[in-house]
């Protein structure tokens, strides 16, 4: 049984810092791409970064490109999002995501497994 369990999280002001954690299990961890999706209220999911099975690659959603860092310990089978300087439009559930298709990353369609998803809210 695959489980991705997720940590993190909560109430920041604008331009604090947060970092969410993902604990997965039943899943032999360095073979997937691991990738962090977000939705607000109102809103459809959106891609926000991902990292290949190595850590070789990463991708970002330009609005958070030099903000977030996406990061992974394969020792760990955790995978992390690093985020800084946060803006209200941060302000989402945020989901981990794994995937064995390491080209198309940022398509929710292509994850397997999904967390539990956690609240990050972003004052102003």
């Known amino acids: 049984q695959v489980q991705l369990v997720q940590s993190g999280g909560g109430l920041v002001h604008t331009g604090g810092s947060l970092r969410l954690s993902c604990a997965a299990s039943?899943?032999?961890?360095?073979?997937?791409?691991m990738g962090w999706f977000r939705q607000a209220p109102g809103k459809e999911r959106e891609f926000v970064a991902a990292?290949?099975?190595?850590?070789?690659?990463?991708y970002y959603r330009d609005s958070v490109q030099g903000r977030f860092t996406i990061s992974r310990e394969n020792a760990n089978n955790t995978v992390y999002l690093q985020m800084n300087i946060l803006k209200p439009e941060d302000t989402a559930v945020y989901y981990c995501?794994?995937?064995?298709?390491?080209?198309?990353?940022?398509?929710?369609?292509?994850?397997?497994?999904w967390g539990q998803g956690t609240q990050v809210t972003v004052s102003s």
């Open positions: 990292i290949t099975w190595g850590g070789g690659r990463t």
């Open positions: 039943g899943l032999t961890f360095s073979t997937y791409t």
């Open positions: 995501a794994a995937t064995t298709n390491s080209r198309i990353v940022a398509a929710d369609r292509v994850y397997n497994y």
